[in-house]
């Protein structure tokens, strides 16, 4: 009979991370006034890493006094404290100390001592927990890090295709013109690429005419030389003619003749069809959202079609002409899954989507509320409210819109969990078909857990950018209204008055003038 007693067996050796006596190796790791000493056994660093193996060999240590002297400067004290530990202990975590500020330093330094069993627990944290920290640095260094560390296969994967859904990411990024060449044509020759071709093709300009030395702007040899291999990868073909002319043309002396040749026979013919030559046009695909862990932008892109008062047609949504942002308020594995969260992170935040992943279906089902959420126990109106079912999230055939019926209630705020689009509460984890058109899911009542759900705030673009304000004032007042007095709250009430008096109503006369394509609006108080 055989036992093992590997739990005791590893406490043991976790006790000489802070109680030994016989440390046989001293190393000196930092710079200056960052620097440590550390004590360790050499039996223990060259068990746990091929790197301390070879570093700790015979041929290769320093000794003083009988002790192996190691030295390692580009690693951080508190990066190494927190990986000795590990190899002593087998211990590490990412979730405390507030060490997201040396995720990148110890994930090079795992990977420079050779401990990949570390690098993969990291890499797999990271992109299933911090998204948050990979939004805010994404465009900076994390990215050209990944990139030079093969060992980073993980991260730097998922960071391509985050990339691919938010291109300007990069190119408005600070760090943009500091990529290398190799980076970035390697991100310009994906397919997957989810911005207009133009506005790559400005960006590259941008970018070749920033590289040391500066180019003159009439230095279109040193451009083209820059620029000969990404042309290749640029669908011209993708592009207006106003953008052709605008964009494209005044460099025609940095493409090849051929490619001049076939511009100007496309672009000034009636034919609309590309050479048979031409590189086929990027289609972005089916990517996370990257603050969401439940929806695809995809999805966000079909949202904002019925946003926009459209049908299911797929003809009417289009990722590149998006023009909504969804601002992630809540996530409720992250902020906590109870009202009183709500309140806190949602409540007069204006018009909110809102997803929910439902236990063991995995179905997704949610709701778009045009109108603030408050706290005043009360009932809402609004035609452009709707709900709706996703099915899996894996495939558009088992979409549902459920639009709210004419004149029907359709959300309830209140302080407690009765809170929601009437139909769908999910705080009370249930559905029942009343005030809404369509059924988005199966039974008279259906009771359902709740395993995850996000709420984000709905930014018309838009309308921030468009919509002006003409105001009529009058003479007597001597008072002029702008935008600033006006809480903006939905197109169909206009503006509603926040911080004017409301005596003064009578007597001014605003003009709204909304986003292109809608009309002139004349509303007297």
Known sequence: MTSLFTNTLLQNIAQLFNKADDYDVSINVGEENDSETFEAHSVILRARSTYFRTALSPNWVKRKNDKIIFTKPNISPKVFRKILKYIYTGDFSLMDDNIQDEFLDLLIAADELILPELVKYMEEYIITYERDWIQKHLANNIFVTSYKYESFTKLWKYFCELLAQQPNTIFTSSSFILLNKSILLDFIKREDLNIKEIEIWKNLIKWAREQEPKLDKKDFKGLRERLIDFIPYIRFFDITRDEYILEVQPYEKILPNNLNDE???????????????????????????????????????????????????????????????????????????????????????GPTLIVIKIKETNQIVGGYNPISWRSNNSWEKSDETFIFSLGKGKDFNDIIL???????????????????????????????????????????????????????????????????????????????????????????ELLVSENFPNHYMSDVSPVFLLSPGKEFFSWGF
């Open 263 to 349: 511009l100007k026979k496309f672009f000034n013919s009636n034919d609309n069809s590309p050479p048979k030559n031409s590189i086929s046009t990027r289609y972005p695909i089916l990517q996370s959202v990257p603050n969401s862990g439940i929806i695809s932008n995809k999805h966000l892109a079909l949202l904002s079609s019925w946003i926009d008062s459209m049908d299911n047609d797929d003809h009417n949504f289009n990722l590149l002409n998006n023009h909504y942002e969804f601002n992630l308020l809540l996530r409720g594995s992250r902020d906590g899954f109870k009202v009183k969260e709500f309140h806190e992170h949602c409540v007069n935040k």
């Open 402 to 492: 459920s639009r709210v019926k004419y004149g029907g209630i359709s959300v309830y705020n209140s302080s407690h969990s009765l809170l929601g689009f009437q139909d769908l509460n999910w705080f009370e984890g249930t559905y029942k078909r009343n005030y809404y058109e369509k059924e988005i899911m199966k039974g008279r009542l259906c009771k359902f857990k709740v395993e995850e759900y996000e709420v984000f705030q709905v930014v018309n673009r838009l309308a921030q950018e468009d919509l002006e304000i003409i105001i009529r004032t009058n003479v007597f007042l001597n008072k002029s209204i702008n935008k600033k007095d006006f809480l903006y709250d939905n197109l169909t």
